[in-house]
Structures are given as structure tokens and as C-alpha cells.
């Protein structure tokens, strides 16, 4: 099938569409459906138009469609399933309280209040930032906090074996 892709793209693409309509229609007789699409503002726009077009086909079936998505989902697909009955809703961050409960389990008992602040400041209430930065500052690593969460993750990976760090970068 690759080499009928390189000769008739238009052609593999929609055998793509049909597999998959196929595979989600064979599942739905068993039951009801949750798919599940994570950042789904970096999904290609043939994929996204090929899960509207199976949303299309199947409505009558107990498939349910959850997108999650940063906000520039509306700059990467403006028309995002224009057609289908959408739910939106955001995530907030984390109440401050809620997020210096985090902070503290996290660093563990003990933690000084100006440790915890030093977390919490940058984390603005993401949960994954704030658990990278307890992690990174339980681990006993610099006190000094990379300006982003991809900073610290990249911090996290020069930590590591090289070997490992070169598997996990590839």
C-alpha cells in the first residue's frame, strides 16, 4: 500500500478514510464510543476533515468525539466541524490554593513557604508545570527555574543517561 501512496495519494488517502470509518463502525456495534484526540490544534488538516467526514457517516451510531485542544485550535482549524453540535469549554488553571496543596505534597513535608512560592510562581496554575518544577526542585537541582515548561523539560532530559537521552529525543 505505501508504494499506492506515492502513485495515487488522492486514492490512499481515501482508503485511509475507509479503514477508519470501518474500524470506529465495527467498534460502535459493540457499544458506545469515546475518541479520544489530544492536541488536537497540532492535527494535520486531512486527519481532522477525515474525522468530520466519519463523524458524518456515523451519526447514527454511539460515537462520541472528545478534541482537546490549546487555544490556538482556532488559528490552526477556524472551521473546526462547523456542522456538528460542539461542546466547548476551557480549563482554567489551578485556584492558588489548590495549587499550593499541589506544591507542597509534591516537595513533601517540610517544604519552606519560600520553596513553595518559588514553584508556584512560574507554574501560573498549570498542574504539569507545577509538578515539573516540584520534581525538578525535589531533585535537588539549581533553585533557579527555567522560564518555560519546555525549558525544564529539556533540563530534565540533559539530566539523564546519554543514551536514554538520545532514545527519548528520538
Do not use: Y
Request: net charge negative.
Amino acid at each position: 500500500q505505501a508504494f499506492s501512496a506515492r502513485r495515487a495519494p488522492a486514492a490512499f488517502t481515501q482508503h485511509v478514510r475507509s479503514a477508519l470509518e470501518d474500524l470506529l463502525c465495527a467498534r460502535c456495534e459493540l457499544g458506545p464510543l469515546l475518541l479520544v484526540l489530544e492536541d488536537l490544534h497540532l492535527g494535520d488538516r486531512p486527519s481532522v476533515l477525515a474525522i468530520d467526514d466519519v463523524l458524518d457517516r456515523l451519526r447514527d451510531r454511539p460515537l462520541v468525539v472528545l478534541g482537546l485542544a490549546r487555544p490556538e485550535i482556532d488559528a490552526a482549524h477556524p472551521d473546526l466541524w462547523a456542522n456538528r453540535a460542539l461542546t466547548r469549554g476551557a480549563v482554567r488553571p489551578l485556584a492558588e490554593r489548590a495549587a499550593g496543596k499541589l506544591a507542597e505534597a509534591l516537595l513533601g513535608e517540610g517544604a519552606s513557604t519560600d520553596r513553595v512560592a518559588r514553584v508556584l510562581e512560574p507554574a501560573e496554575g498549570n498542574p504539569f508545570f507545577l509538578e515539573e518544577l516540584a520534581r525538578s526542585g525535589a531533585g535537588g537541582r539549581d533553585t533557579s527555574m527555567p522560564p518555560t515548561l519546555v525549558a525544564l523539560v529539556q533540563q530534565r532530559l540533559e539530566s539523564l543517561d546519554p543514551e536514554l537521552r538520545r532514545v527519548m529525543r528520538a
